[in-house]
Structure formats: structure tokens, C-alpha cells
């Protein structure tokens, strides 16, 4: 019998986990992860301003391991061994026949003075964090930007930033409370929002007048203090700032002896393999892909990835060559907690769709379809 390792507990890995199953139903799947429980880190836009709660965003994943038929381990993967066929872990050793790592990425928090900033990517506690200091505010200056790595273009995510942005301004304003506040959005991009497509930057733009939103673009980040964001190109005031750092790979990939890119991800090619590992594979951010420049950290990325490795994996295990890539895709909604805007682009199109109500309602059904095969 094979043994597989899924490192991990999100979307790639979950994914990876359904697709193994599947395809081998005598499989054996051990599965390394800190929580037996499934973030869904899309709907912690909504908590800020109370749409969401934090306990309808975690859900609970022993039924869903006990369906799958996995061995779950509550750990922390702290390296590989044996030419990656024993992953080390802060519970012991693991051994297996393949490994697909799908454990996230980690945010570059080294700037100057980020303790200051709110991470808004950075999970539940994070978002709510912000919900319980925006509650406190009678009014001041609220402060929105992201930034990369710049060694990797593909290891950013700044489309949940306009995401909390637009929705907290709408709260702000269904609560008669807008005109006490000023919201700046910053960015040492000099176009925000370009991996989305030239369509999609324009009615982002377009969004922010309409909104009053002030912007400050183009200019390479210096730090932050407790009240005030700094960069090469001024300064200005902020009683709240919530601030997406760029992303590089997890610490334990250091003991991992496994190709990393220059951003420090693991190195990936369009098999989703781990280049230079027999049998290694990873999904979404945790590996650095072939692909666009503009190819997204998102969720729906991981899965397409983390499928792409599964069916791989198995192909490899039972003798064949693996032949299944992904395809290169950004689809998502930005929501304003009334509306959303629709943004999808591939090699080969985009499309934009200004905001509707129905796509704010599309986003919360796809998060009650989705939330379902692991409730």
C-alpha cells in the first residue's frame, strides 16, 4: 500500500486530499497540520464589520478526516529526511511514498515598525483585531496597502485589501459615520491592482473617487510608526493601518534541502514537482509556479494546483508518467459588503463586470457551497 503526506490544512491541501481519495480509495493519507480545523480565509473580509463571525469561518475538520479515511497528525512539519521520504515534524518522524506540501506561505513582516500594522490576510484573530479597534473609532484616518516580494511577483496578495477597503467604507456609511473618516490607500506599486488586468485597475480607480478615497501610489515603502505610514514619498497620518506584506516560503523549507526560488518558495515546474525531488509536489503558496507574471495567490489557484499534484502523485506511484498541468487563471469578486465586481483574466482574456448585488450574493452562496464538503 502507498502512504502519501499532505503537509497542510487549506484550500491546496484539502483539495489534494479529496482528489487522492478519489483516485485510490486504499490509498494511505497522513495528513500534518497544527489544528484539525479549515480556515476559510476569503469570508474574514466580513468580519470587520460583523457580516462574518470568526466561528462561521473555522469549521471543524475530524468529520471531514474521518470521511476521507486519513491519519492526522497534529503537528508542525519542522523538515525533511531520507531524500524527502521522511518529513520531520514537532510530533516525530513520518515516512511516505510521496509528499505534497500545500502549508502556505509566510509574510515578510521586516519592515520598520509593521507591529504597528494589522495584517489583514493574517487570520482570524487579525480581522478581528480590526472589527474590535474600528468599533472603538469615533472618526480619524484609516490606512489600506499591500506591497510584494521583490523576487517574486507572484508571492503578493493584494486583491482582499480593496476588499476591506470598499467594505468598510460601506459599513461606514450604512452607519452614517463616512464623513468622520478619512480612508487613504497606499502601495509602492504605481498602478494598484495591475496583476488584475488594465480593465480591472481602471474601475478600481474608478470605485475609490467615487468613494472619496484618497490614494498614494508609487513609492517604495520606508516603515510605519504607531500613528503614521512612511515612505520614500512622504508621510502621512493613520490612526488604523492595515498593511499585506509580500510573502516567502514557510521557515521549515530551510530544513527541507529542496529547491527554493529566488523569493525563498519552493521551486515548482508545470507539474506542480518540486524540481529536483523525487515524488515532492506542492500547491498553492508555498511553491513558486511557471506561468504569467500576473498568476494569482488565491485560493482558486491552489485548488486548480492542488488536483494537478494528486492525480501526478498517483500517476508517478503507479509506474506512469505525470502529464496534468493546471491552468493559469484568476477569477475572483470584489466585494464591497453590498456589491462585487467580477474579475477573471487567463493567457488569453479578461473580463471585468462593474459591481452588482448580485455578485456580493454570489460570493456568500459559493462560501456556503464551498464550506459544505467539509462541514
Known amino acids: 500500500m502507498n502512504r502519501v503526506t499532505v503537509v497542510g490544512a487549506g484550500f491546496g491541501a484539502l483539495t489534494a486530499i479529496r ?14 497540520a497544527p489544528k484539525p480545523e479549515f480556515v ?4 474574514t473580509i466580513w468580519i470587520p464589520t460583523g457580516l462574518r463571525r470568526p466561528e462561521d469561518l473555522v469549521i471543524p475538520l475530524d468529520n471531514f478526516f474521518r470521511r476521507m479515511k486519513v491519519n ?19 510530533a516525530g518522524e513520518i515516512a ?10 509566510r509574510f515578510i513582516r521586516k519592515a520598520p515598525g509593521i507591529e504597528h500594522t494589522i495584517t489583514p490576510c493574517g487570520g482570524i484573530a487579525a480581522t478581528t483585531e480590526m472589527r474590535d479597534r474600528l468599533q472603538q473609532m469615533d472618526g480619524g484616518t484609516l490606512a489600506f496597502g499591500f506591497a ?8 503578493m496578495r493584494g486583491g482582499p485589501v480593496f476588499e476591506f477597503l470598499f467594505g468598510i467604507d460601506t459599513w461606514l456609511r450604512q452607519q452614517g459615520r463616512r464623513e468622520r473618516f478619512k480612508l487613504v490607500f497606499f502601495t509602492p506599486a504605481e498602478k494598484l491592482g495591475a496583476r488584475l488586468g488594465p480593465k480591472a485597475v481602471q474601475g478600481l480607480l474608478r470605485e475609490m473617487n467615487k468613494r472619496d478615497i484618497e ?7 520606508k516603515g510605519f510608526e504607531a500613528n503614521r505610514v512612511k515612505t ?5 497620518e493613520a490612526d488604523l493601518i492595515m498593511f499585506m506584506p509580500g510573502m516567502t516560503g514557510n521557515p521549515w523549507f530551510d530544513n527541507a534541502s529542496l529547491t527554493r526560488s529566488a523569493g525563498g518558495l519552493l521551486k515548482a515546474n508545470a507539474l506542480c514537482q518540486v524540481e529536483g525531488a523525487e515524488r515532492v509536489y506542492v500547491a498553492g503558496d508555498s511553491g513558486s509556479f511557471p506561468g504569467p ?19 501526478n502523485l498517483l500517476t508517478e506511484l503507479g509506474g506512469g508518467t505525470p502529464d496534468k498541468t493546471f491552468k493559469a487563471e484568476l477569477m475572483c469578486i470584489v466585494d464591497s459588503r453590498n456589491k462585487g465586481m467580477y474579475i477573471s483574466r487567463t493567457e488569453h482574456s479578461g473580463r471585468v463586470l462593474p459591481g452588482s448585488v448580485l455578485f456580493h450574493w454570489a460570493k456568500r452562496f459559493f462560501e456556503w457551497w464551498y464550506l459544505r464538503q467539509y462541514r
Open 72 to 90: 492526522y497528525h497534529q503537528a508542525e512539519a519542522t523538515g525533511l529526511s531520507d531524500d524527502a521520504r521522511t518529513l520531520q515534524t514537532s
Open 215 to 221: 490614494t498614494h501610489l508609487g513609492h517604495k515603502m
Open 232 to 236: 520614500e514619498g512622504g508621510e502621512f
Open 40 to 43: 476559510y480565509f476569503p469570508g
Open 293 to 311: 507574471e500576473w498568476l494569482p495567490k488565491q485560493a482558486h489557484m491552489a485548488d486548480l494546483q492542488a488536483e494537478a499534484a494528486a492525480a
Open 96 to 105: 511516505n511514498d510521496g509528499l505534497i506540501i500545500a502549508s502556505g506561505g
Open 148 to 155: 510584494g516580494n521583490p523576487k517574486e511577483p507572484q508571492a
Open 19 to 32: 482528489r487522492l481519495r478519489a483516485l485510490d480509495a486504499g490509498l494511505q493519507i497522513d495528513v500534518v
